[in-house]
Structure formats: C-alpha cells, structure tokens
C-alpha cells in the first residue's frame, strides 16, 4: 500500500468532513430545524390568539343583571301558580302534599301513607308520584275528591283502590297514585 502524501491526506480528511457535515444537516440538524419552525408558527398563532381577546366583561354589571333575571323569574313563577300552573321546585310539591293531607284530615280522613314514587312526564308537566293510603268514610273520601278538583294547581288521582277496612266498621281503605 502505497503511502498518501499530505495533500492527499488533508483532501481525504476534508471530504470526510464533508460528507460527515452533509449527513448531518440532513438528519440532524434540518428535522430539528423544521420542528423549532413548526414551534414558532404555533407559539405565534397562539399569541395572535391572545391578542384578539378582549378584557372580560364588569362582574358588577353581570350580577345587577343575574339578579334582575333571578327577580323576573320569581315573578313569573308567581304568576304561573297565580293561574294554577305549577314549577319543578321540589319544595311547591311538599306545599301541595301538605295542602292535601290538611284537606283530609279536615274531611276526617286518617293519612296512613305518602311514599314518594318516581317522576312523571307528560305533555304539559313534569308530575311527581306519590303513593298515598287514606282511612275514613266513604262519603268523606267523596268530599276530599271534590276539594281536590276545587284545588288552582294541578293533581291527579290515578290507580284508585278501595276495600273495605276489616278493623273498623263502614269505613273504608283508600289506596291510590297521587300526582302532584
């Protein structure tokens, strides 16, 4: 093997240099290169992002508004139970349990049992069951009947059973699904 002299030697040496130079430009360095643009490209949509936004609204004047919204909305549930219509708040269907049982016992019915059952939707309301069980005289259960359809807000009478009380004379076991 014959020996280079020092100009084929530094020739040897810079086109490895070269070479080794171009490999590494080409998958090193422009990968990295393309993903710091990528990076930058988005950093600044980001920041254009940013910048669009506006300073977010008074919270003063969100909460006079929330609470004239709040005002309207007593007002209109007012109204609707004023023409006999009725919300979805639990505590109007405890007013109106109550409501009912007062009526019974003042048509002498004895109230055994209000179970809450499952909710109802129909058409035109969202109804809470209730399972009620009265004792009384047949003709007092007649009564509390027509204090029932007398009431402004909703109720219905549905699954209606009635035996007879075993224990006490001529009065009755009234066993039904109240929708309220």
């Given at each position: 093997m014959?020996?280079?002299t020092?100009l084929?030697t530094?020739g040897?040496i810079?086109?490895?240099?070269?070479s080794g130079?171009?490999?590494?430009?080409?998958?090193?360095?422009?990968?990295?290169?393309?993903?710091?643009k990528k990076?930058i490209s988005s950093?600044n949509?980001?920041?254009?992002e940013?910048n669009?936004?506006k300073?977010p609204?008074?919270?003063e004047?969100?909460k006079?508004?929330l609470?004239?919204?709040?005002?309207?909305?007593k007002?209109m549930?007012e109204?609707?139970?004023?023409a006999g219509?009725?919300t979805e708040?639990e505590?109007e269907v405890t007013?109106?349990l109550?409501?009912?049982?007062?009526?019974a016992?003042?048509?002498?019915?004895?109230v055994l049992k209000?179970?809450?059952?499952?909710?109802?939707t129909?058409?035109?309301y969202?109804?809470r069951?209730?399972?009620?069980?009265?004792?009384?005289?047949?003709?007092?259960f007649?009564a509390?009947v027509?204090r029932?359809?007398?009431?402004?807000?909703?109720?219905?009478?549905?699954?209606?059973k009635?035996d007879r009380d075993?224990?006490?004379?001529?009065?009755v076991?009234?066993t039904a699904?109240?929708r309220?």
């Amino acid at each position: 093997m014959k020996k280079l002299t020092k100009l084929e030697t530094f020739g040897l040496i810079a086109a490895i240099l070269v070479s080794g130079s171009y490999f590494y430009m080409k998958k090193v360095y422009d990968p990295e290169a393309a993903a710091l643009k990528k990076t930058i490209s988005s950093l600044n949509a980001k920041v254009g992002e940013y910048n669009k936004l506006k300073e977010p609204p008074n919270p003063e004047g969100l909460k006079r508004r929330l609470e004239r919204q709040r005002e309207e909305e007593k007002k209109m549930a007012e109204a609707l139970r004023a023409a006999g219509g009725r919300t979805e708040d639990e505590a109007e269907v405890t007013e109106v349990l109550a409501d009912i049982s007062l009526k019974a016992q003042r048509q002498n019915m004895q109230v055994l049992k209000l179970a809450p059952r499952e909710k109802v939707t129909t058409k035109l309301y969202k109804w809470r069951e209730v399972e009620i069980q009265l004792r009384g005289q047949f003709y007092d259960f007649v009564a509390l009947v027509d204090r029932l359809k007398a009431m402004t807000r909703p109720v219905q009478l549905r699954e209606m059973k009635i035996d007879r009380d075993k224990g006490k004379y001529e009065e009755v076991l009234i066993t039904a699904t109240l929708r309220v």
